[in-house]
């Protein structure tokens, strides 16, 4: 069995692809390469084949990211997953930080590192904005603690990863931080785009899910407001 189980979403990305796949190499320890190939038209999949043929090469049904990352789960056998957006970079050392900090804190069920986004082509004179938020490549997480929060949702364009960690903030999963940018992002013409309306109401349905999730705890609970005395 692989020790870490890397999944890797790709629609149309083989300009990135090497660069993508060598940082890959890089990494130390032992893993496995998922790609689910989501209706690539460029040559994605067999640029994969020819980069790195011992991947397990799955094809997607164009059906948006939560499904195409559920494809790769059901292939995964390691006992730690992590993720890489096909025009994305792990910096070296990245995997085996994670993985050792995990050794370290056993209670800790999942581990994110710091990412770093950088534009493609760069731009003069302009630096690229920074994010505080979670970002699903910067993961790595126990495929046990993984299994307690579920599969990702798929009924939404996106936001299945904020979703994902509200569900495993309920679950009481814990999700530890590096501090290091050991994630490099990629801001390119085609991931830079303004949320559409459609992609308001896939924010506005997970976070509907969430207050309906807490207000069921509530409840559950007794935690309701208090009678007035």
């Known amino acids: 069995m692989s020790v870490v189980s890397i999944m890797m979403p790709c629609l149309n990305a083989r300009p990135y692809l090497e660069e993508t796949v060598a940082c890959l190499r890089a990494q130390e320890g032992e893993w496995e390469l998922i790609v689910v190939d989501d209706g690539s038209t460029d040559g994605s999949a067999e640029l994969i084949r020819q980069l790195l043929?011992?991947?397990?090469l799955l094809k997607g049904d164009h059906q948006g990211i939560g499904t195409a990352l559920n494809i790769a789960l059901e292939e995964a056998q390691g006992e730690y997953l992590a993720w890489i957006d096909a025009d994305d970079l792990w910096v070296e050392g990245k995997l085996a930080a994670q993985i050792r900090a995990l050794k370290e804190n056993p209670k800790w069920d999942g581990c994110f590192v710091g990412v770093d986004q950088f534009f493609h082509p760069p731009r003069p004179n302009q630096?690229?904005?920074?994010?505080?938020?979670?970002?699903r490549g910067a993961?790595?997480?126990r495929r046990e603690a993984?299994?307690?929060?579920?599969?990702?949702?798929?009924?939404?364009?996106?936001g299945e990863f904020i979703d994902w960690c509200s569900r495993a903030k309920d679950?009481?999963?814990?999700?530890?931080?590096?501090?290091?940018k050991l994630y490099r992002r990629?801001?390119?013409?085609?991931?830079?785009?303004?949320?559409?309306?459609?992609?308001k109401r896939d924010y506005l349905k997970v976070l509907k899910a969430?207050?309906?999730r807490k207000r069921a705890s509530e409840g559950a609970s007794g935690g309701g407001p208090k009678p007035k005395e």
Do not use: C, W, Y
């Open 186 to 199: 990629r801001i390119h013409s085609t991931n830079t785009m303004g949320a559409s309306a459609t992609d």
């Open 127 to 135: 630096s690229p904005p920074q994010i505080d938020g979670l970002h």
């Open 146 to 158: 993984f299994d307690r929060v579920g599969r990702f949702r798929e009924d939404v364009k996106i």
């Open 171 to 180: 679950t009481g999963v814990f999700l530890g931080q590096l501090s290091k």
């Open 210 to 212: 969430a207050l309906d």
């Open 139 to 141: 993961l790595l997480i």
């Open 53 to 56: 043929p011992e991947a397990k």
